[in-house]
C-alpha cells in the first residue's frame, strides 16, 4: 500500500512565515539576514502547538472565533519572543 503525506503540513507554518517577514524590519539586527530570519522562525514554531491539517478549511471549520483569535495572538507572541532570542544569541556570538 502506497500513501501519500505530502498534503499533510503544520498550519502554523504558514501564519509564522508571515508574521516574521512583516516584524523583520522591526529587528535591524536580523532582518534581511535570511539565515536569522529562519532561526526566528523555527524558535517561534517551537514555541507553538503543532496543528497538523491537510487543507486549509480544515482548521477553520472546527475553530471557533475566539480559538482562531487566541491562534493569531499565541503566533504574534511566538514570533516576538523568537526575534529577541535570536537577537540575544547573535549578541552573544559576537562578543564571544
Do not use: W
Not at 53 to 78: C, N
Request: with cysteine; net charge negative.
Amino acid at each position: 500500500m502506497s500513501i501519500d503525506f505530502t498534503s499533510i503540513r503544520n498550519h502554523n507554518e504558514h501564519a509564522v512565515f508571515a508574521a516574521v517577514i512583516a516584524a523583520a524590519p522591526r529587528y535591524p539586527g536580523v532582518s534581511g539576514r535570511e539565515d536569522l530570519l529562519a532561526d526566528v522562525a523555527c524558535v517561534a514554531l517551537n514555541r507553538l502547538q503543532p496543528r497538523y491539517i491537510r487543507h486549509t478549511v480544515d482548521l477553520a471549520f472546527y475553530q471557533s472565533e475566539k480559538e482562531r483569535q487566541d491562534g493569531e495572538q499565541a503566533v504574534v507572541d511566538a514570533v516576538e519572543y523568537a526575534f529577541g532570542f535570536v537577537q540575544a544569541r547573535t549578541a552573544m556570538r559576537a562578543r564571544g
